[in-house]
């Protein structure tokens, strides 16, 4: 990925990340990014993409293990998000 495009990807995923609409997801997601998202491969960025995508209802659940993580969710990636989200 071009650094121009990174960069336009990395501050799209920010903001997607603090204004979903609901606390408790902008919360956990919002601190991931802050703290993560620099250090992330490209195709994390894009599967990063693809959880922001998802409903905050079901990225919820994910977190708290009600549901079980689809397969085209990352589920390397999400363990990284529900461990920052715990600290």
Not at 61 to 78: C, E, G, R, V, Y
Request: proline share 2%; net charge negative; with cysteine.
């Amino acid at each position: 990925m071009e650094k121009e495009q990174r960069t336009y990807l990395i501050k799209k995923l920010l903001y997607k990340s603090n204004y979903r609409g609901c606390k408790e997801t902008d919360l956990v997601l919002g601190n991931f990014a802050h703290r993560y998202i620099d250090f992330l491969t490209d195709q994390e960025l894009l599967e990063f993409e693809v959880v922001l995508n998802q409903m905050d209802p079901d990225i919820w659940d994910w977190l708290n293990n009600a549901k079980l993580i689809p397969t085209n969710i990352s589920k390397q990636l999400f363990e990284k998000i529900s461990i920052a989200g715990k600290e």
